[in-house]
């Protein structure tokens, strides 16, 4: 089962835009990561949110969390043509479960 | 630090064919997963190790799929007989025990086509 639904399914803007994606979640969460995947690189993680954490930043990127929405966003300020691709949300379920949505394809245009 | 290996990286086979996947996780981590991750999808986890103990497999489909991880090091993935519905690319993960936060670093993958 997949608990995280990221919204859009495809985005595409223009090098220097920002994108944001949203994730949408069904469950009590302990905390929300985010990952990266493209081809060079595979899967990466990103940055993770603790469940008592509003937002955080790292580099470009600023997460935000809404437990009473469970909710959270990612945001990519400035983006750059090697920031295209494909962003998951993935929540941890019990200890060490990670349950991931099905993901955002990113592409920034040059 | 060298990451996850996996192998083979693509592999084509034919439907009731069997196959199977290797994955040699970060030294020193202790719990090994693998994902499978069908086209326009999110990784579903398929089996989680702590060690070389199961800790979840509620869905694998385990009339055709089976995981070992002797040794408590590397793993390997089986398929037998594959699915049409088996094509997917298979990821290997790795993360250290007692990580609170489980940060999880992911192989390659191995992509897997059933014709």
């Known amino acids: 089962s997949q608990q995280g639904e990221e919204d859009p399914q495809a985005l595409s803007i223009q090098e220097g835009e920002n994108a944001t994606m949203n994730c949408s979640y069904k469950?009590?969460?302990?905390?929300l990561q985010w990952y990266r995947q493209n081809s060079g690189r595979g899967l990466v993680h990103l940055i993770l949110?603790?469940?008592?954490?509003r937002e955080k930043h790292s580099g470009r990127l600023r997460v935000t969390l809404d437990t009473s929405k469970k909710s959270s966003s990612l945001l990519i300020t400035a983006s750059r043509a090697a920031d295209t691709a494909s962003y998951f949300c993935?929540?941890?379920?019990?200890?060490?479960?990670?349950?991931f949505g099905q993901g955002t394809r990113l592409t920034i245009n040059p | 630090e060298a990451g996850v290996a996996q192998s083979p990286r693509y592999k084509i086979i034919e439907k009731r064919q069997s196959v199977a996947f290797w994955c040699n996780p970060i030294?020193?981590?202790?719990?090994l997963y693998w994902y499978q991750q069908i086209l326009g999808q999110g990784p579903k986890l398929l089996i989680q190790?702590?060690?070389?103990?199961?800790?979840?497999d509620s869905q694998l489909p385990k009339d055709r799929f089976s995981a070992e991880r002797l040794k408590g090091v590397d793993s390997t993935l089986k398929i037998q007989p594959a699915k049409l519905e088996d094509s997917a690319v298979y990821l290997c993960?790795?993360?250290?025990?007692?990580?609170?936060?489980?940060?999880?670093?992911f192989g390659p993958g191995t992509r897997l086509t059933v014709l």
């Open positions: 190790f702590q060690n070389n103990g199961v800790v979840d």
């Open positions: 949110i603790r469940s008592n954490e």
């Open positions: 469950t009590s969460i302990n905390n």
């Open positions: 030294s020193g981590h202790a719990t």
């Open positions: 993960a790795s993360s250290m025990q007692g990580t609170v936060y489980n940060e999880q670093f």
């Open positions: 993935a929540t941890l379920e019990g200890a060490q479960k990670l349950v």
